[in-house]
């Protein structure tokens, strides 16, 4: 077995499918993925290779997904999403173990939205009880969505280099925040039929709404949503999108991933919107799965643009 490959072998990768990672590509580089659940009134869907993003999201246009609750006079968002159990983690795990791993290294989606983190963070601390020459390290990728991905490919790259476990999980932890998410509602509809107006930091543009205007929110660097602007409708909001993502940036971008739902065709235009700034660059339109979108809409955009430090993909 050549030295690279034996060396890529005993460490590798695991992450959840909130970071919408390509199958192919999972699958190409070996890379382990646990699913989060969408529960549908009473069925349960796996977020898995098999799962149809689009029929999921054709539920979203179907009032009867939603059930009002008259004493709250509000409505219950009955699409909905259900983090990883730490035994899903355990299985992806004993799996990367029994093929050569001595070092895991887990990929998460943020602790700020989802608890999939603890899941896989208790399923670790079970399998290195029982096979303590394994390490398994967690990392929050203070996102969701291709900011994952992005940690990835950069992990990927820093196991061709020959750094070592500790090393790359020091250097994604640092790079992390260094990924900028901005994201535009075109709508709340779902989040104010679902009550999470609040949570997602949002309810002030509930009448804002009736005006329509247009909420664009960001992470912070803590892994939590925080609104960043507004626009009068979903053009300008993909303006301001752009702009938002470009504001006193550290360095020049060095990629943008556009992530969509339901709306290609907005995701498109804001594609349209960076080659005209950025004409060199490599833009990469991706679809999300459905426990990313299941709180924002379908039709939300989410611009990914990195600015992670040009050293660790030499």
Not at 87 to 94: C, G, I, K, L, P
Not at 173 to 193: D, G, M, V
Not at 218 to 239: I, Q
Not at 261 to 290: C, M, V
Request: proline share 5%; glycine share 6%.
């Amino acid at each position: 077995m050549p030295i690279f490959l034996f060396y890529f072998m005993t460490i590798r990768i695991v992450t959840d499918s909130a970071s919408d990672i390509p199958w192919d590509f999972a699958r190409e580089n070996n890379i382990k993925v646990v699913p989060l659940y969408m529960v549908v009134h009473d069925e349960i869907l796996k977020e898995d290779e098999n799962f149809d993003r689009d029929a999921y999201y054709k539920v979203f246009e179907d009032e009867k997904a939603f059930v009002h609750i008259p004493k709250l006079n509000m409505h219950s968002f009955v699409p909905n999403t259900s983090q990883p159990n730490p035994q899903d983690f355990e299985v992806a795990y004993t799996e990367a173990i029994e093929e050569g791993a001595k070092d895991i290294i887990v990929i998460n989606v943020t602790a700020g939205l989802s608890g999939t983190i603890n899941s896989s963070s208790l399923a670790a601390k079970k399998i290195m009880r029982k096979n303590p020459k394994v390490k398994i390290h967690i990392i929050d990728a203070k996102s969701a969505s291709y900011p994952e991905v992005f940690l990835i490919r950069m992990a990927l790259n820093l196991i061709k280099q020959k750094k070592s476990a500790d090393q790359i999980v020091e250097i994604l932890n640092e790079q992390a925040i260094k990924i900028r998410t901005i994201i535009l509602l075109p709508t709340i509809f779902y989040l104010w039929k679902g009550g999470r107006l609040g949570r997602f930091g949002t309810a002030k543009f509930a009448l804002g709404s009736l005006l329509r205007k247009k909420p664009i929110v960001t992470m912070n660097e803590e892994g939590y949503v925080k609104t960043a602007g507004e626009a009068k409708d979903v053009h300008k909001g993909l303006k301001k999108s752009l702009k938002l993502s470009l504001e006193n940036a550290p360095t020049e971008p060095k990629a943008f991933t556009i992530v969509y739902g339901s709306r290609r065709d907005y995701a498109e235009e804001l594609a349209e919107l960076i080659k005209q700034k950025f004409p060199k660059i490599e833009i990469e339109i991706a679809q999300s799965g459905g426990s990313v979108l299941s709180h924002l809409g379908p039709e939300s955009i989410g611009l990914i643009t990195d600015y992670t430090d040009d050293e660790h993909w030499k």
